[in-house]
């Protein structure tokens, strides 16, 4: 399981709202 700072996973969050994917990211597994 990879340690991500909140920072750069809100990050990754907004560029995948672009793409309307942000809730597969947000959506732990």
Do not use: E, K, V, Y
Request: with cysteine; charged share 5%.
């Amino acid at each position: 399981m990879a340690i991500i700072s909140l920072d750069l996973f809100r990050h990754l969050c907004l560029l995948s709202i672009t793409c309307g994917n942000c809730q597969l990211i947000a959506t732990p597994s």
